[in-house]
């Protein structure tokens, strides 16, 4: 077979395989459709299908068909991290500063703590650390894929919730919207670079005085002219973050954070959202997937999953729970908010697909934190439904 009836059997193969998973197995109270899918490329990868049918993963994944799935993958992961910036909803964050700032900052400080106590335990041994990094890279960037929310995969849950545009949904987008600037603001120290610093800085520089003017262009443009204008933006600074050495879903979030959401009908962002979850991140899972490895051993990498996973879940919900002591929140609220936040799923997997590009973590330590953040996710909804019948049932009841 040519390359293009391969590529088109591995789009079918990437299309069927989660969706009957999910649909037949009725899964998605505990695993939505999006955890399936990342599950399904960690089985479609070649550390469970490669091994046991060596011969038809072969013949199916070649070099040419990878390469063609990396390529979409890329503007797949690109648009949805730009459609996270987007989100990024800073006035609200501004206008309730103090409580914003407690909760978001520890919220994101406890599992970063806990995280790098974690990753130092890793660094104990052969295997994990990459070829390329420091020793406080790896520290740093294996504790600040702990600390990380998923504001898409959050704002979906909160969605099936029925939280999203309640007071507390708002709430909570807030928390998490702080911590994304800050973890990719530490994204950006770690893959710094200082043979580069000059190009870096000089990228930075630029994208402040162009992003002015982009912005000055984007508030006299008709909204339909918008789209397309954004879509070139985002490949513009994709670019000039990938050449400075930062990375190009570093240069993808600049793009989207400095976009009013009010520039765009929230109906069809929202659209956009979900279409590109639907139509092309499939592939980015399967492209993930294809990078897991169990190199060190199975029982290591499960190891090393369960530890990142404890840090991760007990981190988030200790700095939550000690916001809300300190801001005095009604019983319960703190469990919810807790377990919402420290969903992981895509932006881990992407924050973590950067540090596997970088070097700064092995294929080994990537499938770890690959399996935490799938466990951590699979975890939200069925720890946080029963606890919000509760406190609806508790608000609801006369006094």
């Known amino acids: 077979m040519n390359t293009t009836e391969l590529f088109l059997i591995a789009m079918a193969i990437i299309f069927t395989v989660p969706w009957l998973v999910w649909r037949l197995g009725r899964t998605d109270y505990w695993a939505p459709l999006v955890v399936v899918q990342i599950l399904a490329g960690v089985v479609l990868g070649p550390g469970v299908l490669g ?8 013949f199916v994944f070649t070099p040419a068909v990878v390469q063609s799935l990396n390529g979409l993958a890329w503007w797949a992961v690109m648009l949805f991290v730009m459609i996270a910036g987007v989100e990024l909803d800073l006035k609200q964050a501004w206008r309730h500063r103090r409580e914003s700032g407690i909760t978001a900052g520890l919220a994101l400080g406890t599992p970063l703590l806990l995280g790098c106590a974690a990753a130092a335990v890793l660094l104990a041994s052969p295997g994990w650390i990459g070829t390329q990094a420091m020793a406080w890279q790896f520290i740093l960037g294996v504790g600040m894929a702990c600390a990380v929310t998923a504001l898409p995969i959050l704002i979906l849950f909160m969605e099936k919730l029925g939280i999203l545009r309640q007071p507390m949904g708002q709430r909570i987008l807030r928390y998490a919207s702080l911590d994304d600037i800050a973890i990719w603001g530490v994204l950006a120290l770690v893959l710094m670079e200082w043979e580069r610093v000059g190009r870096q800085l000089g990228f930075l520089v ?47 979030f600049l793009a989207g954070a400095i976009i009013d959401a009010e520039w765009f009908d929230q109906e069809q962002m929202d659209q956009l959202r979900h279409h590109v979850l639907l139509v092309m991140m499939p592939v980015f899972f399967l492209s993930t997937g294809l990078r897991t490895n169990w190199g060190v051993g199975g029982e290591a990498v499960f190891f090393a999953a369960a530890l990142l996973l404890v840090a991760a879940v007990a981190g988030k919900l200790i700095g939550v729970h000690l916001a809300g002591r300190i801001l005095r929140w009604a019983p319960g609220e703190a469990g919810i908010i807790g377990w919402l936040l420290q969903t992981k799923a895509l932006i881990m997997i992407i924050f973590a697909n950067i540090l596997l590009d970088k070097d700064i973590i092995t294929s080994e330590t990537f499938t770890a934190l690959l399996l935490m953040a799938v466990a951590s996710t699979m975890l939200t909804v069925p720890m946080v439904a029963p606890g919000l019948t509760r406190l609806i049932q508790s608000e609801s009841r006369p006094e």
């Open 206 to 252: 630029a994208f402040v005085l162009v992003g002015y003017l982009f912005r000055q262009l984007m508030q006299k443009l008709a909204e339909r002219d918008r789209w397309y204008v954004a879509l070139i933006w985002l490949a513009v600074c994709a670019f000039g973050a990938d050449w400075a050495g930062l990375h190009f879903m570093v240069g993808a």
């Open 51 to 58: 091994r046991v049918f060596p011969d038809y993963y072969q």
